[in-house]
């Protein structure tokens, strides 16, 4: 069965711009994270969607934004992109919760120049 | 509130020998508890978890990992590396919150591993 699929693979920014990053979550998994993977920071949920409803957020600011849809899909929303936005975004989706496992996508590596 | 602690940033192991990876939580609750691999430029790949069942937890590519809570530990073994295993390894916990699902990942700062031919 297809896994996660993130898109797009790669995107170049400029500070200032928005970013809308997508995630289509395995077939039948309701529970859509996202993470943030930096070098200096190392991995940072971001935060969790079921049923199209945020369930859990991380400490970020608020330009980091994400909302789900019906069929499970997630898009990740940043704006007023900062240098330090740059990073890797992983999505990862399961059934419901931790019990079930979680699979993540090959991420979306976003340079902010 | 829950952390995980990767004992070591770097292992370096010889093809064909043991592998162990530390790894010390620390949860509030009863956590669950996953070991995930990233090779470069890929998403993570979850090798084993962990949820209140066995303790020795029996995971994909020949790895394993045994549960300890008097010690607080989760550390992963593998028998006989293989150049194929080179990779990332994060430790990750989850606690569960009084609603079911409702958890997040909380991820170990990685352990690097290279296999030496």
């Known amino acids: 069965k297809a896994g996660v699929t993130q898109t797009p693979r790669y995107l170049i920014k400029t500070r200032g711009q928005q970013v809308t990053l997508s995630c289509s979550p395995i077939?039948?998994?309701?529970?859509v994270s996202w993470y943030q993977q930096t070098p200096g920071q190392g991995l940072q949920f971001l935060f969790e969607?079921?049923?199209?409803?945020?369930?859990n957020k991380g400490n970020f600011p608020g330009r980091f934004s994400g909302r789900q849809f019906s069929n499970s899909r997630s898009e990740m929303n940043v704006s007023t992109l900062e240098l330090g936005d740059s990073a890797l975004y992983l999505c990862?989706?399961?059934?419901?919760?931790?019990?079930?496992?979680?699979?993540f996508g090959s991420g979306t590596r976003l340079t902010v120049v | 509130a829950q952390s995980v602690t990767q004992l070591d940033s770097h292992v370096s192991v010889s093809e064909g020998t043991p592998v162990l990876l530390r790894c010390n939580y620390s949860?509030?609750?009863?956590?669950?508890l996953f070991w995930y691999v990233q090779h470069p430029n890929k998403g993570l790949q979850l090798l084993l978890k962990?949820?209140?069942?066995?303790?020795l937890v029996k995971g994909i590519n020949g790895f394993e990992a045994e549960f300890k809570k008097s010690e607080t530990s989760f550390h992963l073994t593998k028998p006989s590396a293989h150049m194929s295993d080179a990779a990332e390894y994060f430790c990750?916990?989850?606690?569960?919150?009084?609603?079911?699902?409702?958890?997040?990942?909380?991820f170990g700062t990685g352990t690097r591993l290279t296999i030496i031919p």
């Open positions: 990862a989706s399961s059934l419901g919760g931790a019990v079930y496992g979680y699979t």
């Open positions: 077939s039948g998994h309701r529970s």
């Open positions: 969607y079921f049923s199209e409803t945020q369930r």
């Open positions: 949860s509030s609750y009863s956590p669950s």
């Open positions: 962990y949820t209140s069942a066995a303790t």
């Open positions: 990750v916990v989850s606690d569960p919150t009084a609603n079911f699902g409702n958890e997040k990942l909380t």
